[in-house]
C-alpha cells in the first residue's frame, strides 16, 4: 500500500532525513492558520506520480493566492481522485535535483539502493542513467558510498547524500517496506539536500507488526464519526483508490471488478488469472474476480462457504453478472459443505430471494443496497419501470423485514467507508421504518447462475442437493467454464432482444 | 538433495490449525515423520510423534533431520527456519503465509551461506509423487511419472497435475516455489533441478504474470536447459496493474529494455519462451497434449 507524501515524510522526519516546514490543510479555512511564511508550495495529496504536470502542485506568494491555489487543488481531480488533504511546505530552491530509492531486488532477493545524478519530474532514468547497488550481505556504510559514488557524486555532496541514502535503507528495513524513494532529492545552494517528495510502500503482510504504520494509514481518509476502516489482513475494507490485484493476494473475499459479466470465484490467485484466461478463450469476458482463499483458523468451520458467499454477494452488487463461476481445488476445500452453505442461502430467503437494486443518490453517491424484504422487492419492483422523478419507498416494520434492513444499513456503510459519500445518514436505517430516496432506481430481480467445478466431489450427494436450485456443477473446468459462457450470452442475448 | 522415503521430517509449529491437517496426510502418504516442534510444548505427542521446545533437542533425542516442514505463524516462520538451519538441517519447506519481504532476505542469505535448499514461503512444498510429501499437496491429484513440474501458484499446481494425471501423464517431482516476492528458491532454481532429475523427462513450468521471475526463467531455459519445457503463464486477460513508482519502471526496464512498461508485459514473457524453444500453452489445459507429444 502507498503512503501519500505527507504520510511519508512523517516517518522521513523519525528518521532524520531533510524535509521542508509543511502543515497539512483539508479545508479552505484552515489557511489562515498557516505558520509557513510565503511563498509556499501548495501539493495535492494523491496518489500518482504526476501531480505536477497535472496541476497538483502550484506555488502561492500570499494568502490571497493560497486560497485561490487550494481551491483548485481540492476540485482537481488526479487519476480520478480528489485530495482530503494538502500539504503546505515551504518553497525551496534547488541548484541540483537527484533521483534516490531502496526497493527489493526479486531475483537476486536482496535490497537494491538506486540513485541517479539527474532527478526530478522530467528526468531520464533509463537503465544507462541509474546506479544500481546491491546489498549483498549484511548492511555497512559502503554500500551506499558506492552508490554516491556511482552516481558522479564527490567531496562533500558525496558524503551528504550517502548518508541520506543510508537513513533511507534504515527506513526501509527497520519498517518492512517494499519502497522508499525520494524524487527528487534537491540540494540547495548550500549544498545542503533536501526532500522534494516522498514515496513510501509498505508491505501490506509486515503490517500487523507496525503499529505506527498503521496509525499513519488510518489517517487516510477523515472518517469523521464513522469507524475507521480496520487494516487487519482478512478483514481489510475495499477503499476505492486499491484495485491493485497484488495486493488482493491476502484478502479472502475481496472483489475486483472487471468489464465483463462472468463473475469469477476461486480460491488462490493463479488459479483465479487461470480461469479468467479460460473464460475469455471461451468467448467470455469476465465480470471480475474473488479469490477466497484458504480456510483459516478461528473463522467457524464453514469459513470458506461463509467467504464463496460474501464474494457473491460482492459480485452480484458491484457488477452486471447473471453468471457466476465458481472454480475451487485444494486439500482441505470441502466441496459439499461450500455447496450447503450456497443452498441454506436459497432456502432462508437470504441471497436468492434479495432484490438486488443500485441507488443512484443526487448527490452522485451510488450505494448498492441488498435487502431480503419481500415487499421492498416488490414494491422496488413496480418502481424499477418508473424512471424518473425522485420518490420514497416505505418498508413496513414486520418481523422478516428486520434482516433486510440490516443488510441495507450494511451496505451502505461498506459503501460510505469506500467512497466519497454525503449526506446519507446511516443511522436513519435503525428506525422501524425504511425511507430511502429512490432516484434512477436500477432493479434487478433475477437470480444468478451458478457454475460450480470443485475437486474432489461426492458427485451424486451434490448432484442431488443441487437439482432444485440454479447450479450447475461440472466435472471439468473446461467444460465449467463453457457452460458458464454460453449461460451468459444467452443472458445477455435475451437481455438485448427485451 | 534427498527426496526420498527415507528422507527424516520434522514439523515445526506441529500445534498450528494447518499442521494438525496435513501432517497426518503426509504420514498417511509414507513421510517419515520423526518428531515435531512447537515452544512451550515441549513432552507432548501430536500425530504420534514426539513434540520439543527445540530442534536441536529433537534432534539429540530422534537423530539427524533431513527435511523441516514450516507451519509456524508469518511472523516466526523465518525464525524456526534459522533454528533449523543453526540444528544443521539443509531442507527447508515454509508453507507460512504473509511472511515479511525482508525477513526472507534475511533468510536466503543465511541460506545461501550454508547452502540450504529453501521452498516457500506460502507454499504447499514438495511433492514426489510415490515416495514422500513435503508439504500440502492433495496427494489423490498426482501419480508417479516423468514430467516434472515448477509453478509459482499452488492451485494451478494441483489443477495442471490433475488434469495431467486424468490424461495418463504422472509427475516425477512437482513442486511450487510459492507466488511472495522474495522466495527460498526460485524458478530457475528448479528448472536446473528438474533438468538434472533423472526421473524427469518433461518439465511443465506455471507462472504468473507481474512478476520478473517468468522472465528470467525463459532467459534460463534458452541458456542451461536441455530438456523440454511446457510453460503456462496465468493472467494473459488480466487487469493491468495501476500506475507505479519510477523504481518499478526502473527494474521493469533493466529487463526488457521498456520504461513505459512499468510490469513485464505478457508480451515480452511470450517472445523469450518462444525464442527459448518452450512450447508455450495459452491455458491449462493444453499442457496435457503438449507433454505428449514431447514425450513421444
Known amino acids: 500500500m502507498d503512503l501519500l507524501e505527507y504520510q511519508a515524510k512523517i516517518l522521513f522526519a523519525e528518521h532524520g532525513i ?36 497535472a496541476g497538483g502542485i502550484r506555488m502561492a506568494a500570499n494568502t490571497i493566492d493560497a486560497v485561490a491555489a487550494a481551491q483548485s487543488i481540492f476540485r482537481l481531480p488526479i487519476n480520478g481522485q480528489c485530495p482530503d488533504t494538502l500539504l503546505v511546505e515551504a518553497h525551496y530552491r534547488a541548484e541540483r535535483e537527484l533521483y534516490l530509492a531502496v526497493v527489493l531486488e526479486h531475483n537476486a532477493r536482496r535490497p537494491l539502493l538506486l540513485g541517479a545524478a539527474a532527478g526530478g519530474m522530467d528526468a531520464d532514468l533509463s537503465p544507462d542513467r541509474v546506479v544500481h547497488v546491491l546489498v549483498e550481505e549484511d548492511f555497512s556504510p559502503f554500500y551506499v558510498r558506492r552508490l554516491a559514488l556511482g552516481m558522479g557524486l ?31 532529492l534537491g540540494v540547495g545552494a548550500d549544498g545542503t539536500l533536501m526532500a522534494l517528495d516522498a514515496k513510501v510502500r509498505v508491505n501490506d503482510g509486515a503490517l500487523a507488526r507496525h503499529p505506527m504504520l498503521s496509525n499513519i494509514l488510518q489517517g487516510v481518509k477523515d472518517l469523521g464519526d464513522r469507524p475507521a476502516p480496520s487494516l487487519s489482513r482478512a478483514s ?79 459480485a452480484i452488487a458491484t457488477s452486471n453478472c447473471q453468471t457466476v463461476l465458481i472454480n475451487l481445488i485444494g486439500p482441505a476445500i470441502n466441496g459439499v459443505q ?78 460510505l467507508l469506500g467512497e466519497d459519500a454525503q449526506g446519507l445518514d446511516a443511522q436513519k436505517f435503525d428506525e422501524p421504518s425504511l425511507t430511502l430516496d429512490l432516484r434512477n432506481l436500477k432493479c434487478r430481480s433475477q437470480r444468478p447462475k451458478l457454475v460450480i467445478h470443485c475437486a474432489n466431489l461426492d458427485w451424486e450427494a451434490c448432484q442431488a442437493l443441487v437439482e432444485p436450485y440454479p447450479i450447475w456443477l461440472c466435472s471439468t473446468i473446461e467444460t465449467a467454464v463453457k457452460l458458464a459462457v454460453d449461460m451468459d450470452a444467452a443472458n445477455m442475448g435475451a437481455a438485448t432482444a427485451q | 538433495m534427498k527426496l526420498t522415503p527415507d528422507c527424516k521430517v520434522i ?51 530422534v537423530g539427524p533431520i533431513d527435511t523441516t516442514v514450516v507451519f509456524a505463524p508469518a511472523f516466526q516462520a523465518v525464525d524456526a527456519a534459522l533454528e533449523a538451519i543453526a540444528a544443521g538441517i539443509r531442507q527447508v519447506v515454509l508453507t507460512s503465509d504473509g511472511v515479511p519481504p525482508l525477513d526472507m532476505v534475511n533468510l536466503v542469505r ?20 510415490g515416495q514422500v510429501l513435503l508439504g500440502m ?54 528448472l536446473q533441478i528438474l533438468d538434472e532429475d533423472e526421473a524427469t523427462e518433461v518439465i511443465v513450468l506455471i507462472g504468473e504474470v507481474g512478476s520478473d521471475s517468468e522472465l528470467m526463467a ?45 510490469q513485464v508485459p505478457m508480451e515480452s514473457i511470450q517472445a523469450a519462451f518462444r525464442k527459448a524453444k518452450a512450447r508455450w500453452c495459452d491455458r491449462p489445459s493444453k499442457i496435457p497434449d503438449a507433454v505428449k507429444r514431447l514425450l513421444r
Open chain 1, 236 to 314: 481489510s475494507p475495499k477503499m476505492s483508490t486499491e484495485s491493485h490485484f497484488d495486493e488482493l493476494n491476502d484478502r479472502p473475499g475481496y472483489w475486483t471488478p472487471m468489464d465483463g459479466s462472468v463473475a469469477v470465484v476461486c480460491n488462490g490467485m493463479g488459479l483465479i488469472l487461470a480461469t479468467v484466461d479460460w473464460v475469455a478463450h471461451a468467448g467470455g469476458k469476465a465480470a471480475g474476480f474473488a479469490d477466497v482463499g484458504w480456510p483459516t483458523e478461528g473463522e467457524g468451520e464453514n469459513c470458506l462457504g461463509d467467504r464463496v458467499l460474501l464474494a457473491l454477494e460482492r
Open chain 1, 18 to 53: 531533510p524535509t521542508l516546514p509543511s502543515q497539512r490543510i483539508s479545508s479552505l479555512s484552515d489557511i489562515r492558520n498557516l505558520k509557513i511564511p510565503f511563498p509556499v508550495m501548495l501539493k495535492s495529496q494523491v496518489h500518482s506520480r504526476s501531480r505536477g504536470r
Open chain 2, 11 to 61: 514439523i515445526q509449529g506441529i500445534h498450528e490449525a494447518a499442521a494438525r491437517f496435513h501432517t497426518p496426510l503426509m504420514q498417511r502418504y509414507g513421510t517419515q515423520i520423526v518428531a515435531g516442534i512447537s515452544p512451550g510444548e515441549g513432552g507432548a505427542v501430536e500425530a504420534g510423534v514426539p513434540v520439543f521446545d527445540l530442534v536441536e533437542e529433537a534432534i539429540a533425542a
Open chain 2, 110 to 129: 543465511k541460506a545461501e551461506a550454508t547452502e540450504t535448499l529453501v521452498v516457500g514461503p506460502n507454499c504447499p512444498g514438495i511433492i514426489v509423487p
Open chain 1, 154 to 184: 564527490s567531496g562533500a555532496l558525496m558524503r551528504s547524500v550517502a548518508s541520506v541514502a543510508e537513513k533511507m535503507y534504515r527506513l526501509f528495513v527497520q519498517r518492512d517496506l517494499d519502497l522508499v524513494e525520494i524524487n527528487p
Open chain 1, 338 to 415: 461450500i455447496i450447503r452453505r450456497l443452498i441454506d442461502e436459497f432456502q432462508t430467503q437470504g441471497l436468492w430471494q434479495n432484490l438486488v437494486t443500485q441507488f443512484q443518490e443526487s448527490a452522485s453517491t451510488k450505494i448498492t443496497a441488498l435487502s431480503t424484504s419481500q415487499s421492498l422487492s416488490t414494491a422496488a419492483h413496480g418502481y424499477g419501470s418508473q424512471t424518473d422523478g425522485p420518490a420514497e419507498l416505505e418498508v413496513d416494520a414486520e418481523a422478516p423485514i428486520s434482516r433486510g434492513v440490516l443488510q441495507v444499513q450494511e451496505r451502505v456503510e461498506t459503501s
Open chain 2, 137 to 190: 499437496h492433495p496427494p489423490e491429484m498426482y501419480q508417479p511419472g516423468k514430467v516434472g513440474i515448477v509453478s509459482r501458484s499452488s492451485t494451478l499446481t494441483y489443477e495442471v497435475a490433475r488434469s495431467l494425471t486424468a490424461a495418463g501423464l504422472g509427475q516425477s517431482i512437482a513442486v511450487c516455489v510459492g507466488p511472495d516476492q522474495i522466495v527460498g528458491s526460485s524458478l530457475l532454481q528448479w
Open chain 2, 218 to 262: 525463459a532467459r534460463y531455459i534458452a541458456e542451461a536447459i536441455d530438456k523440454p519445457v511446457v510453460v503456462y503463464v496465468a493472467g494473459q486477460f488480466a487487469p493491468k496493474r495501476r500506475e507505479i513508482g519510477h523504481a518499478d519502471e526502473i527494474l521493469a526496464a533493466r529487463l526488457v529494455g521498456d520504461r513505459s512498461a512499468g
